[in-house]
């Protein structure tokens, strides 16, 4: 079985041969990885990062996906207000997609 910083640079090493497109989702599972390390500040970039990308792609389901993860990083850290703006972010795609 891998552990989860085998896994961290599995996907970091698929980013190098990646398309842009794809790239959205692997800072989403980067981020993932991340939160589950408790590394939230740095899932949260991984996050924004994802967001920036399925944005310019108009990938609805993804933003969905990417906001929500956010909120609950957010949500870990405290920042409830910026939990919030983004589970509502998360809601208007869900209803878009």
Same mark, same amino acid.
């Given at each position: ?5 085998? !896994? ?9 041969? #990646?398309?842009?497109?794809? $790239?959205?989702?692997? +800072?989403?599972?980067?981020?993932? !990885?991340?939160? +589950?390390?408790? $590394?939230? &500040? ?12 399925? $944005? $310019? ?6 933003? #969905?996906?990417? +906001?929500?993860?956010?909120?609950? #990083? ?7 207000? &910026?939990?919030?703006?983004? !589970?509502? &972010?998360?809601?208007?795609?869900? !209803?878009?997609?």
């Amino acid at each position: 079985m891998k552990t989860i910083n085998e !896994i961290l640079n599995y996907h970091k090493e698929i980013l190098k041969t #990646a398309t842009e497109q794809e $790239k959205g989702a692997l +800072y989403n599972s980067i981020g993932q !990885i991340y939160y +589950y390390k408790g $590394k939230i &500040k740095t899932a949260i970039k991984s996050f924004n990062l994802a967001v920036e990308i399925d $944005k $310019k792609y108009d990938l609805k389901s993804n933003l #969905a996906v990417d +906001y929500l993860n956010l909120g609950n #990083a957010y949500r870990v850290i405290g920042d409830f207000e &910026k939990a919030k703006e983004k !589970i509502k &972010k998360r809601f208007a795609y869900c !209803i878009k997609s």
